[in-house]
T-cell receptor, first 114, second 110 residues
Framework: DSGVTQTPKHLITATGQRVTLRCSPR?????VYWYQQSLDQGLQFLIQ???????AKGNILERFSAQQFPDLHSELNLSSLELGDSALYFC?????????????FGPGTRLTVL | EDQVTQSPEALRLQEGESSSLNCSYT??????LFWYRQDPGKGPEFLFT???AGEEKEKERLKATLTKKESFLHITAPKPEDSATYLC???????????FGSGTRLQVQP
């Protein structure tokens, strides 16, 4: 158990809908990262937050957004969902800004868009 | 652009048959190289971090090594419970995110 928690574990929804994925980092960690893992793309970095502020952005679609709250938990919002958004979404956390930090991953949320 | 290539894509071993997994990388500057283990449907589990060429780290039956262009994960006398996908990731000096390879699916048969 990494100490990173994610909810829900599974999510099934329809195209065009909006969903919210939630992540709680390990105790004491200030950085939260979101990754998407699909069969054809592997693990792809989406976005990083550090202590409430966005610090790095990867291949995140404009339909996706995230935020980190004062209690350090983070939410990833996915809107106007398409079939291709079906994937595993992982949250990771690290203690600092991410420079040489080890990132610890949560158990993931499996999103299925029908 | 950072690139990470892992080989082989899949590897089947008999219990006790040692082998190595390869991770070749291209970065402008290496801040760190990370190895993770991932079981089906689960999150990646951290194994090792290597920072500079020549560095080695060991944990039970696993040993990770690093050169300027690649890293190896050596598995000595594997057991069926070592079956998993092993992921390699690099962190470039100019970035905070990790760039992952596609992984090596390891199956150890009793």
């Amino acid at each position: 158990d990494s100490g990173v928690t994610q909810t829900p574990k599974h999510l099934i929804t329809a195209t065009g809908q909006r969903v919210t994925l939630r992540c709680s980092p390990r105790s004491g960690d200030l950085s939260v990262y979101w990754y998407q893992q699909s069969l054809d793309q592997g693990l792809q970095f989406l976005i990083q937050y550090y202590n409430g502020e966005e610090r790095a952005k990867g291949n995140i679609l404009e339909r996706f957004s995230a935020q980190q709250f004062p209690d350090l938990h983070s939410e990833l919002n996915l809107s106007s969902l398409e079939l291709g958004d079906s994937a595993l979404y992982f949250c990771a956390s690290s203690g600092g800004l991410g420079l040489r930090d080890t990132q610890y991953f949560g158990p993931g949320t499996r999103l299925t868009v029908l | 652009e950072d690139q990470v290539t892992q080989s082989p894509e899949a590897l089947r071993l008999q219990e006790g048959e040692s082998s190595s997994l390869n991770c070749s990388y291209t970065v402008s500057g290496l801040r760190g190289l990370f190895w993770y283990r991932q079981d089906p449907g689960k999150g990646p589990e951290f194994l090792f971090t290597l920072y500079s060429a020549g560095e080695e780290k060991e944990k039970e039956r696993l040993k990770a090594t690093l050169t300027k262009k690649e890293s190896f994960l050596h598995i000595t006398a594997p057991k069926p419970e070592d079956s998993a996908t092993y992921l390699c990731a690099v962190q470039d000096t100019g970035r905070r995110a990790l760039t992952f390879g596609s992984g090596t699916r390891l199956q150890v048969q009793p």
